[in-house]
């Protein structure tokens, strides 16, 4: 068992980010046995759910004549658009029937505000409006943050990079993640993790 100053971060293992998902990441069910395996390693674990409204403002859905994966600019800033996807109350939503979520301390349901995205576990993509996970960990005492999950280069990596800026030593596992990579966005991702600090490991 770790030390209890460590929490393991399980980001957004849900069907939709799945093979036969909506938004499914290629080979996103692969990490499952491995994630599973390190939750027994850890004093703390939190998992993270995706949870939008039918109308949320990330879907190309919601935006007459845009096109899914094209780029917009919200008030927060540039925005891809999503197709839709972790509906709230939808089986997409939900967890990975694999995944043990038996023993998460902690689930954070995100992206739940029709008008922000969020990709990380930490704050909405505004970068102003917490999630409530920081007051969460630092009541318990953590320090260290392991990330793991779906996908390597947006939602882990926002993640990562709020938990170092936030002043958390923080390890993502890219083994036990999967990237959706578009347009680059994954070595983008890797490079901006690296520079706020994160250790990155297979």
Not at 5 to 18: P, R, S, T
Not at 39 to 54: E, I, K, M, S, Y
Not at 55 to 72: D, I, K, M, V
Request: glycine fraction near 8%; proline fraction near 6%.
């Amino acid at each position: 068992m770790r030390p209890e100053h460590e929490a393991l971060i399980v980001v957004d293992i849900q069907n939709d980010f799945c093979p036969g998902g909506l938004l499914a990441v290629a080979d996103g069910d692969a990490i499952i046995p491995s994630v599973n395996a390190l939750l027994d390693d850890f004093p703390v674990r939190v998992l993270t759910q995706d949870w939008h409204p039918a109308n949320h403002l990330s879907f190309a859905a919601n935006h007459p004549g845009a096109q899914p994966f094209s780029l917009t600019q919200m008030p927060y800033g540039p925005q891809v658009l999503w197709p839709v996807h972790c509906v709230q109350g939808t089986d997409g939503a939900a967890f990975h029937r694999e995944l043990r979520t038996g023993p998460a301390d902690l689930v954070i349901r995100k992206g739940f505000r029709p008008q922000i995205d969020s990709y990380s576990a930490f704050f909405e993509n505004d970068h102003k409006t917490p999630t409530g996970l920081e007051g969460y960990l630092r009541n318990r005492g953590v320090t260290h943050l392991t990330l793991v999950g779906l996908a390597t280069d947006f939602c882990v990596a926002y993640s990562a990079v709020d938990a170092a800026r936030l002043g958390f030593s923080v390890t993502v596992l890219e083994g036990a993640c999967r990237a959706i990579d578009l347009n680059g966005s994954l070595a983008q991702a890797r490079a901006d993790m690296r520079a706020a600090g994160v250790t990155l490991k297979d």
